[in-house]
């Protein structure tokens, strides 16, 4: 019979493309992630890899068992959810994963309320740009964790990842001096400005880079700054115009001119595809969706 975690690492040799990727995103040596391939093509039968130059690649026996492997990982996951919900308490590890603006507003109040309902949860939190997510659940390395998509940067659907919207937020253009008011585009008003812009990589760099394409001209960057607070203060003092979402504003806002933008930035649950309904990610992301409800009831801004 097939072992489905050494199918596991198949798909993952489809998806990341090298051996060595694969090792790096399981935290396997390569020559592990070899031996395991090469037992499971002696269990199959036939030739699931060939040699391609330095590396190797997929045969078409190959490519199709990786392909069905997607359909077998979600069964087994509706099958531990199906187990779980059998128990009469929660416990064990809970690994969750957020991005940094998250942690600091909507997963604290989360982590309280989950704790007092299921003090037998050990809960473990990472914190890493949606970007990191996906390989990170497909690895087993998160069971849950907040992503967010951007008007201009929507999430691409992955058959191995199931997602649950949690909240939109507003995003703000903010700048030294005001915009003009009467502006149809306030991010075409600032084409001429420097621009502070997250770390290339990140979601909240392209989504910067492309609000501003769409307004005709391309940025001119002065700075990279991932950490809001530090953006907002760049900003303050005059070093340039950045756009900024709705959760990585303190209340109140100081020193800077908040422009309300025609755009969008919403997070989203996220966990392997068949996992939504296990007690412990359900009850997570109940936990979130009252967190994320109460924070933005209070912490909206005026601007």
């Not at 109040?109 to 007092?116: D, P």
Request: glycine share 6%.
């Amino acid at each position: 019979m097939l072992d489905v975690r050494k199918m596991l690492l198949l798909r993952e040799l489809a998806r990341l493309g090298t051996i060595a990727a694969v090792a790096q995103a399981h935290s396997y040596t390569p020559s592990a992630v070899s031996q395991q391939l090469s037992a499971l093509e002696r269990e199959a039968g036939v030739a699931l890899l060939r040699r391609s130059g330095r590396g190797v690649e997929l045969t078409a026996a190959g490519s199709d068992l990786a392909e069905r492997t997607g359909p077998v990982l979600r069964l087994l996951e509706e099958a531990a959810s199906a187990l779980a919900a059998s128990r009469t308490e929660l416990t064990g590890e809970l690994r969750i994963g957020a991005f940094p603006t998250a942690v600091r507003t909507v997963l604290p109040g989360a982590l309280v309320t989950l704790g007092v309902q299921h003090p037998k949860l050990e809960l473990h939190v990472t914190e890493l740009d949606p970007a990191a997510v996906p390989d990170a659940l497909k690895a087993g390395l998160l069971d849950v964790a907040l992503v967010h998509e951007y008007d201009y940067v929507p999430i691409a659907p992955d058959p191995a990842i199931d997602m649950q919207r949690l909240l939109a937020e507003t995003i703000f253009l903010a700048s030294a001096t005001s915009v003009p008011a009467a502006s149809a585009d306030p991010v075409r008003e600032c084409a001429e400005l420097p621009w502070i812009v997250s770390t290339p990589g990140t979601l909240c760099h392209l989504m910067a880079i492309r609000m501003c394409q769409a307004a005709g001209f391309t940025p001119r960057i002065r700075h990279y700054a991932d950490d809001f607070d530090a953006v907002l203060m760049l900003v303050a003092a005059g070093q340039g115009v950045a756009i900024v979402p709705e959760l990585a504003l303190p209340s109140p806002v100081s020193a800077v001119r908040l422009t309300r933008l025609a755009a969008e930035r919403r997070s989203l649950i996220a966990c392997r595809a068949g996992a939504v309904d296990h007690p412990a990610i359900a009850s997570c992301a109940t936990a979130l969706r009252s967190a994320a409800a109460a924070y933005l009831s209070g912490a909206r801004p005026s601007a």
